[in-house]
C-alpha cells in the first residue's frame, strides 16, 4: 500500500519561499510507475495541479505556476518535494502530494496547511 | 488548457436516491477524465478514471459515462457516506485541470 506524508511549516511569509516534503511509503520515487506530484486547495476552493517529477528528475509544471516552482526528490530518502517562491496570500492553501498513475491521482497524502502571512 | 465545468455546483439528495454529476470538457478528451470524492478535511479519493473504471475498492454504486467532451457520473442508491463533494478531472493533456466541485448534501 502506498502511502504519503506531507511536512513543513504552516506559515510563509509573503515574498518568502514555501518548502514542502512529502515522504512516501510503499513505492519508489525512483521507479518508473507514478509520477511523484503536488496540488493544492485554497480554502472553500477547487483543487489545482502543482506539477510533478518522474523517473530520472523528469519535471513538468502548471504553466501558471512555473515561473516560481521547483519540484525536486531524493531517492535515498524516498521523498520528493516543492518549493514555491515569492509566495502572496493567493497561495495560501492545503498542499496535497500525491502519486499519478496513467495521468489520475491514485493516491494521496492527508494535506498540509499552509498561510502566507506576515 | 483544457477547462472543465462540473453541473450542478451542488445538489440535494436522500440516502436510496439515485443522483447524476455531469462534467464537460471544452475539447474532447477521449475519455480521460477521471472522479474524485472528497469529505470535508480530508485528501480526496479516486472513484473513477478512464471515464468508467471503477477503482478498486469503490462500491460497484458508482459508475460513470460519457465520451467526447461530455461525462457524468452516477451514483445510485445513496448511502449516507457517499455526501460528499465530488471532483472531474481531464488527463487528456497538461496541465491537468479539475472541475469546480459538485457538492452532495443530504
Known amino acids: 500500500q502506498v502511502q504519503l506524508q506531507e511536512s513543513g511549516p504552516g506559515l510563509v511569509k509573503p515574498s518568502e519561499t514555501l518548502s514542502l516534503t512529502c515522504n512516501v511509503s510503499g513505492a519508489s520515487v525512483s521507479s518508473k510507475t507514478y509520477y511523484w506530484s503536488w496540488l493544492r486547495q485554497p480554502p472553500g476552493k477547487g483543487l489545482e495541479w502543482i506539477g510533478y517529477?518522474?523517473?530520472?528528475?523528469?519535471?513538468s509544471y502548471n504553466p501558471s505556476l512555473k515561473s516560481r516552482v521547483t519540484i525536486s526528490s531524493a531517492s535515498s530518502k524516498n521523498q520528493f518535494s516543492l518549493q514555491l517562491t515569492s509566495v502572496t496570500a493567493a497561495d495560501t492553501a492545503v498542499y496535497y502530494c500525491a502519486g499519478l498513475f496513467h495521468g489520475h491521482f491514485d493516491y494521496w497524502g492527508q494535506g498540509t496547511p499552509v498561510t502566507a502571512s506576515s | 488548457d483544457i477547462q472543465v465545468t462540473q453541473s450542478p455546483s451542488s445538489l440535494s439528495a436522500s440516502v436510496g436516491d439515485r443522483v447524476t454529476i455531469t462534467c464537460r470538457a471544452t475539447h474532447d478528451i477521449s475519455s480521460s477524465l477521471a472522479w474524485y470524492q472528497q469529505t470535508p478535511g480530508k485528501a480526496p479519493k479516486l472513484v473513477l478514471y478512464a471515464a468508467s473504471r471503477l477503482q478498486s475498492g469503490v462500491p460497484y454504486r458508482f459508475s460513470g459515462s460519457g465520451s467526447g467532451t461530455d461525462y457524468a457520473l452516477t451514483i445510485n442508491s445513496l448511502q449516507p457516506e457517499d455526501f460528499a463533494t465530488y471532483y472531474c478531472?481531464?488527463?487528456?493533456?497538461?496541465?491537468?485541470?479539475f472541475g469546480q466541485g459538485t457538492k452532495l448534501e443530504l
Open positions: 517529477i518522474y523517473y530520472g528528475g523528469i519535471t
Open positions: 478531472q481531464q488527463y487528456y493533456s497538461l496541465p491537468y485541470t
